[in-house]
């Protein structure tokens, strides 16, 4: 099999990690990780990859200039492994410098095909690539400059969604994006862990379920796995399913092996942070505060500071946000001197505004926003960015 797992713009590397723990040597693209591999290694990498999108099986990839070309290659690819007559399926087509340019029109001739093979019924409805499609079978389409690419998507929602988080505050960071931070900083689970600004909760969860080796696809209190399209696909495995998952839940540790704390100063926050953490069975590792920034406790010196801080979309000409960034840069100096430090920045003058040195991890965007994600820089040639108020 040719795979495929999609990883956030610019956390490539991240998500090719991730494979690589889990025993998968894929190749970083644009956009993801390509990999040879078999059912095994798509299980696997659904089951535990913290920061990828989806996981796609590549089905077909040909070339057409004419609707007579896309129907023949698409009689010849092997819809079969894929469809089933108990599941509708949905397109998602694009289309990009090509002369078949028309995405419906596309969609449609490719749907005639995968009907022909079995399929319950074609969903005309566009699917993000964000939307849940947890009862359809979501196949891929790309076409650019006449070649297609046509992959079928193993996952179902996508991975992000790991189901504990039902309830969210304001300007929510998504699992995966907080499962990022915490790789990109370092943070094994063996020092303690502060979010001082956890809304609700999802960096201290994510930190709790990676501290305790709990693979994502097992975040409940059952430690059940979540649904995955590829499990209607007609050659599933159901055995060798519930063998990887048992392996899955034997890697679990009874307990995180340090303090996880979240740290909010809106009450509402901290009982949604209490209610996710207790979705994702993890709530016994994470103790949850409501306090400001500055009474915000730390057990040790080398504490992580974690985060994502608040910041709006005109940073430079708030006040208010510059006075804050500035007072979590003077608690991470003075109470955190140590410590791992990892939090997302969309502007470089709220990055003055710390006067910690920080260096940048990776770039990519939360909430629509291009944001960097910044860690602490360490060694000699760590350095505060100029313009930096004095510590």
Not at 95 to 108: D, P, R, T
Not at 354 to 374: C, D, M
Request: glycine share 8%; proline share 7%; with cysteine.
């Amino acid at each position: 099999m040719r795979l495929y797992a999609v990883a956030p713009p610019g956390l490539e590397r991240v998500v090719a990690a991730e494979l690589a723990a889990i025993g998968i040597a894929g190749a970083e693209v644009t956009g993801g990780i390509e990999w040879d591999g078999d059912l095994s290694g798509l299980r696997r990498a659904n089951l535990h990859l913290r920061c990828a999108t989806r996981v796609l099986l590549r089905l077909a990839a040909f070339r057409a200039r004419s609707f007579f070309e896309l129907e023949r290659h698409a009689g010849r690819v092997p819809w079969e492994r894929v469809v089933s007559a108990e599941r509708p399926v949905a397109l998602r087509v694009t289309a990009k410098k090509s002369k078949l340019y028309h995405e419906g029109a596309i969609a449609e001739r490719l749907a005639a095909a995968i009907l022909k093979r079995g399929a319950a019924a074609f969903v005309p409805a566009h699917v993000d690539e964000d939307d849940g499609a947890a009862d359809l079978q979501l196949i891929v389409v790309r076409v650019l400059r006449d070649e297609f690419t046509i992959s079928a998507d193993s996952s179902g929602e996508a991975l992000h969604r790991r189901g504990y988080r039902q309830a969210i505050g304001k300007a929510p960071l998504r699992e995966s994006s907080a499962a990022a931070l915490l790789q990109l900083a370092g943070w094994t689970g063996e020092t303690p862990l502060l979010d001082p600004f956890c809304g609700s909760g999802t960096i201290p969860i994510e930190a709790a379920l990676r501290a305790r080796a709990i693979a994502p696809g097992l975040a409940n209190p059952g430690r059940t796995p979540r649904h995955f399209a590829f499990t209607a696909w007609p050659e599933h495995d159901a055995a060798r399913w519930r063998a990887a998952t048992a392996a899955a839940r034997a890697l679990i540790k009874e307990r995180a092996p340090a303090a996880i704390m979240g740290s909010d100063r809106d009450a509402g926050a901290i009982q949604l942070a209490r209610a996710n953490a207790a979705r994702a069975g993890v709530e016994a590792d994470i103790s949850w505060q409501r306090l400001a920034l500055s009474a915000a406790e730390v057990p040790t010196p080398n504490t992580a500071v974690i985060t994502n801080p608040p910041y709006g979309l005109r940073v430079s000409a708030n006040r208010d946000v510059r006075d804050l960034w500035a007072a979590l840069g003077r608690f991470v100096r003075e109470r955190v001197p140590e410590g791992d430090v990892a939090l997302l920045s969309p502007d470089p003058a709220l990055d003055r505004q710390l006067g910690v040195p920080l260096q940048v991890a990776a770039a990519t965007r939360n909430g629509g926003i291009p944001v960097r994600v910044l860690v602490r820089a360490r060694g000699p040639a760590a350095r505060v960015p100029t313009g930096t108020p004095a510590a």
